[in-house]
């Protein structure tokens, strides 16, 4: 989908992705505080190798993403429905009671999950996400499984998630994802608008 080919350019992402059905984003503050609406921007600057960003996506006019491809929490699951490892370290440790927040804890963990050059979690990568209920300590712990998991089993991470490496896909390990669950776009246009990392406090962090 190119958004702001088919919607009008100043309708927030977070509406627009409701409005398509992708419901996982929620709206919380609706003003970039809460990280309810956490999505992953995928960020290819020129002679950079591409990265996830977090973004929230109620700050996101479509007409800033034209161009640009984003990943909803709806795509984040493998394809044969078996839980992300950030997903299911969440479900493991207990971190989530209502669940309203946990889509945007996901997009966040997704996006540290991928970081070039981690060598363990950044508590920072959840610093722009908010809970009213379960509490911080399971959401941390989950966060630092998921990290030691990595490290123990994947030697060679991958810089985006597999099913979008387009190594693996031309060899034929995965398949390049359809997008369906997210919002796809063809390439980043070095002239499109630039967008404000959702964690812009994180001092390696490139800063929209
Ligand atoms: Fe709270 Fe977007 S709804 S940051
Ligand atoms: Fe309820 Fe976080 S689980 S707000």
């Not at 973004?55 to 044969?80: I, K």
């Not at 946990?102 to 979690?121: A, I, K, N, Q």
């Not at 499984?145 to 995965?174: D, E, N, Y």
Request: contains cysteine.
């Amino acid at each position: 989908l190119t958004c702001a080919r088919d919607h009008e350019p100043h309708v927030s992402l977070l509406a627009y992705l409701r409005a398509v059905g992708l419901t996982g984003a929620k709206e919380g503050c609706g003003e970039g505080e809460c990280g309810a609406c956490a999505v992953a921007l995928v960020s290819r600057e020129p002679g950079q190798r591409a990265r996830l960003l977090a973004v929230n996506s109620c700050l996101l006019p479509l007409g800033a993403l034209e161009g640009r491809t984003v990943w909803s929490v709806e795509g984040v699951a493998n394809s044969d429905g078996s839980l992300h490892p950030v997903q299911r370290a969440l479900a493991e440790r207990g971190g989530s009671q209502c669940g309203y927040c946990t889509p945007g804890f996901v997009m966040s963990l997704f996006c540290e999950y991928y970081r070039d050059g981690r060598t363990e979690y950044d508590p920072e990568a959840i610093s722009g996400n908010l809970c009213r209920c379960t509490g911080y300590r399971p959401i941390i712990d989950a966060a630092r499984l998921t990290a030691r998991r990595m490290f123990m089993w994947v030697p060679q991470r991958h810089l985006m998630p597999p099913s979008a490496c387009l190594i693996c896909a031309s060899v034929g390990f995965f398949q390049a994802p359809p997008f369906a669950a997210g919002v796809a776009s063809e390439s980043a246009s070095a002239s499109a608008p630039q967008v404000r990392e959702k964690n812009s406090s994180r001092p390696e962090a490139t800063r929209y």
